[in-house]
């Protein structure tokens, strides 16, 4: 028989601790203890490792619940007796007091906290409880910061230091910052405590604060005093922030003064008499228009209310000075101002508005608009360009003269009427070639080459052909004086410039008797220019020359420089000594407008060549011009000065016509070309189309366009659709 | 059918006038009269005395009182328009282009022109008839339309 092997079991230890039901009671007694001395700040005798150990073990033995509740209580109970001291304390020395429990709060806290971590790693995870040092915050707050009798009064307290800080006393910010952060920190996790019992109430009473001190600030002092005040105010909120309240406060505040001190008060602070916006642009303050750019931006829609006000001011400016009589009389005056003013804004573009594009843009939009209000401008400015290129400049160097062109150049651009300007140039440009009286061919050059960048090239292309047939008349002329034809002028000594039609100013061909003496010339000259050049064909300009006449007086003699026209009038008084207007102008052919302005400059202007009998700027046909054998002057050679440059209202209409009949020719060429690349197109299409075509030279009137288009059906370059009224097509 | 005139010698307004009563049947169908509204230019410049490629003023005048005038009701403002044309003495002649699109304005256009859209593709006759009728008469075509 097998012997069966004993079994063995090997039960587990099992060590009957033997927990004393008073265990826990014990142990708590223990820590309770403790966390008195703690409180009485009296713990440098505990024993950390010991107590430690005590309530590691009360968790173990699970009695977590009893150590919590025990917990709570105690804290409870100590808080409550701070409590009682704290509201118990005189008004100067309670947020000290306050102060001081929170401080000695933060430190129990922080000791119990060590002593029960075990806890918090634990029971409080499986409990889901809040950990031991935040629900002392929770206790304090209860007890402590939201009793009724502590609460209000705290506020209070605080509001009323902000305030005497706010008008200019020193307080104790520390003790505010460590209070401030009480608050923060009470909130355990979240902002609301402080937000709720504090910052809430904070921004009210500012907001009451800012209205109060703003409204009666602005209505007994300038605007300026006004805005500095404001960037001090500002700053010091940001300062009062950074020191002793959180950093979430910060916008919200400055939200609160922008309000209250910059937006409330917009308008007042741009219309105030005498230091309003207006004034301050007035008077170039550009500091001061800076404070005020830096406040406005600071508020929604500032900028643009400012920008707005600005914009009026500049047009309202503007209109007035273009539509200065004193001005109008004087073309370099009116442009210059208009330089001016100009440069003006320029600068406080720079200087106070920080460059911004918007202003910028706001008050070239401005300028585009009055300038365009006089339709003279593009003629002064043409005028006033010419006056920088013609010789005689005082003083001025080659760049300064560059400088003020290009200045003038950024007016040229708000021009809406550049083909105006066109016309006027070249009038002016072709004066200055004819009589000689460019600076140098360079600045010529110069100019033209700017009109090019801003144009293109058809509108420079006629300009240079001047220059061209400049040269090649001096070529000509050279040819001429080395060949036989040059003696047979009799004595006259002619020059001769041949400019190519088309490129030069559109004149009629000019209507004039010729004596014998010029006509000779002429032909002598014709003679040999079409020998060289077969197939060409000569117009005689009579209106566009000059010379010079030998005139020999009793006392002197005297040498003129005068235009064709002039000549020929004063041949006529070697016959006769004596002639109404109507018998000149039968005997030279003159027409009648250009023939007035020729005597006139010779018998009203500064050197009196010729007497008139009635002495008055309106001749008629009867008025008596007779030689003037009286006529003195100092020197021998006299220039009698050219015809005003600015033009009379007769030229002036001319002009006008020249430049719609024009217009019309540009208008019909854009409707076919546009016409032509789409074939097919609605009205109102047509028209933008051709309107945005030639916005670079003029604006054009939608009727006039509409004009054109029926024109051009009646003549079949187009018709009507069959289908819809309003769709053209285009008729091959 | 426009044989017909030539047939008939219709060489003047006046014997159009007679005729009109018999053509009465074939003007009743849309397509046929405005393809007769816009014959009549053609014939209109024929018959005036000048040679020219536009409806001198006294004939469109006559012709559009005869034709549009004709029709009781669907065809607005010919009197006035008429009226405008004897007033204004820079409008001598009327164009095709003009003559044609008077026929859709006096059919679609209302009493007061409250259709009328200025930027629309009108002719400037028309635009120009427009104002001058608002000018002149507003408050007695607002007391006609009342009764």
């Known amino acids: 028989m097998a012997s069966k092997k004993p079994k063995i079991t090997i039960k587990p230890f099992r060590h009957q601790i033997q927990v004393d039901p008073n265990y826990a009671e014990n142990t708590w ?20 490792e010991e107590l430690y150990r005590n309530a590691y073990n009360m968790i173990l033995h699970k ?101 005497k800080e706010r008008t200019g006393e020193m307080i104790n910010r520390g003790l505010l910052k460590s209070i401030t952060q009480m608050l923060i920190d009470l909130g355990v996790n979240s902002r609301s405590v402080y937000e709720e019992d504090f910052e809430k109430h904070f921004l009210e009473t500012s907001s009451n604060f800012y209205k109060a001190e703003s409204q009666e600030f602005i209505s007994t002092n300038s605007a300026s005093d006004y805005m500095k005040k404001v960037s001090t105010r500002i700053r010091e909120e940001m300062d009062r922030v950074a020191h002793y309240l959180d950093s979430s406060t910060e916008s919200k505040i400055k939200e609160v003064v922008e309000k209250e001190l910059i937006a409330a008060h917009m308008k007042t602070l741009i219309e105030m008499e005498g230091s309003g916006c207006i004034a301050l642009l007035a008077d170039d303050k550009s500091e001061d228009l800076g404070r005020m750019y830096n406040l406005f931006a600071r508020v929604s829609n500032g900028l643009e209310f400012m920008k707005d006000k600005i914009s009026n001011y500049v047009k309202e400016t503007g209109k007035k000075m273009v539509q200065d009589p004193n001005k109008q009389k004087n073309p370099d005056q009116y442009v210059q101002s ?33 300038i365009n209000l006089n339709q003279k401008s593009p003629e002064f400015i043409s005028l006033f360009i010419d006056g920088k290129l013609k010789k005689g400049q005082k003083g001025i160097s080659d760049e300064e003269v560059e400088v003020i062109i290009d200045k ?26 004819l009589l000689g009286r460019s600076i140098s061919d360079d600045s010529e050059r110069n100019m033209i080459a700017k009109l090019k960048t801003e144009c293109g090239y058809q509108f420079t292309s006629k300009l240079e052909g001047m220059f061209t047939d400049m040269k090649t008349s001096a070529a000509t002329m050279e040819k001429f004086k080395a060949s036989k034809e040059w003696n047979q002028t009799h004595g006259v000594t002619l020059s001769v410039h041949i400019l190519t039609t088309g490129f030069w100013p559109a004149q009629s061909a000019s209507k004039c008797n010729l004596p014998t003496e010029l006509s000779n010339c002429c032909e002598v000259f014709k003679k040999f220019y079409l020998d060289v050049n077969q197939g060409r064909r000569l117009t005689w300009q009579t209106n566009m020359g000059t010379g010079d006449v030998k005139a020999y007086y009793a006392s002197k003699n005297h040498e003129f420089n005068v235009s064709t026209y002039q000549i020929v009038i004063l041949l006529l008084f070697n016959e006769r000594k004596e002639m109404t207007l109507k018998e000149i102008q039968e005997a030279t052919a003159i027409p009648e407008a250009d023939l007035k302005r020729n005597l006139l400059a010779l018998s009203m202007g500064r050197f009196k060549v010729l007497n008139q009998d009635e002495k008055t700027q309106n001749v008629s046909m009867t008025t008596k011009f007779a030689y003037n054998a009286a006529f003195k002057n100092n020197l021998v050679r006299v220039k009698i ?11 002036r209409q001319q002009m006008r016509q020249k430049v719609d009949e024009d217009r019309k020719h540009q208008i019909e060429a854009a409707i076919v070309r546009v016409m032509k690349s789409r074939k097919t197109l609605e009205h109102a299409s047509l028209v933008a189309e051709v309107i945005k075509q ?20 009646e003549r079949e370059y187009m018709e009507r659709s069959k289908t819809d009224r309003k769709v053209y097509h285009y008729v091959a | ?5 030539k047939e008939l010698r219709i060489d003047g307004p006046t014997k159009l006038k007679s005729y009109i009563p018999q053509l009465s049947n074939e003007l009743k169908n849309p397509d046929t009269f405005k393809k007769i509204y816009q014959y009549s230019f053609n014939w209109g410049k024929n018959i005036q005395s000048s040679n020219k490629g536009v409806l001198e003023i006294d004939t469109a005048i006559e012709l559009l009182t005869l034709i549009l005038g004709s029709q009781t009701k669907g065809y607005k403002h010919v009197d006035s328009f008429c009226e405008y044309l004897k007033e204004t003495p820079t409008v001598r002649a009327m164009n095709r282009d003009q003559w044609d699109t008077f026929y859709t304005f006096s059919k679609t256009m209302n009493d007061k022109f409250d ?29 006609r339309s009342n009764y």
């Not at chain 1, 918090?120 to 995870?125: F, G, N, S, T, W």
């Not at chain 1, 003038?408 to 070249?426: A, H, I």
């Not at chain 1, 000065?641 to 030229?651: A, E, I, S, T």
Request: proline share 3%; glycine share 4%; hydrophobic share 40%.
């Open chain 1, 408 to 433: 003038v150049m950024m007016l040229f651009r708000f021009l809406q009427e550049k083909d105006v300007f066109e016309k006027y140039y070249k009038q002016h440009l072709a004066k200055r070639l």
């Open chain 2, 1 to 5: 059918e426009w044989q017909k005139f």
């Open chain 1, 694 to 713: 030639l916005s670079s030279r003029f604006l054009p009137d939608p009727v006039i366009v509409k004009k054109r288009i029926e024109s051009l059906i």
């Open chain 1, 29 to 48: 007694k223990l820590l309770k203890g403790a966390i008195h001395e703690i409180h009485k700040r009296n713990a440098s005798g505990l024993s950390f």
């Open chain 1, 641 to 651: 000065p050219p015809l005003g440059r600015v033009q009379d209202q007769g030229q």
């Open chain 1, 63 to 163: 009695y977590g619940d009893r150590l919590y509740k025990g917990l709570q209580q105690v804290v409870d109970e100590h808080l409550r007796g701070v409590a009682e001291d704290v509201a118990g304390s005189v008004d100067d020395a309670f947020l000290e007091s306050l102060n001081q429990a929170w401080t000695d709060h933060k430190v129990s806290m922080l000791m119990i906290r060590d002593i029960l971590m075990y806890m918090d790693r634990v029971y409080v995870q499986q409990h889901n409880v809040p950990p031991v040092y935040d629900l002392g915050l929770m206790l304090f707050r209860d007890n402590i910061a939201r009793s009724t009798r502590v609460k209000d009064r705290l506020l209070k307290t605080i509001l009323g230091m902000i305030q």
């Open chain 1, 338 to 370: 208009l330089l001016d003013l100009k440069d003006k804004y320029d600068k406080l573009l720079v200087q106070a508005f920080n460059s911004d594009k918007t202003f910028q843009h706001s008050i070239n939009q401005a300028f585009e608009y009055f």
């Open chain 2, 115 to 143: 259709n009328y859209d200025e930027d629309a593709a009108w002719p400037t006759l028309i635009d120009e008839f427009v104002a001058w009728k608002r000018k002149k008469g507003c408050s007695k075509s607002i007391l």
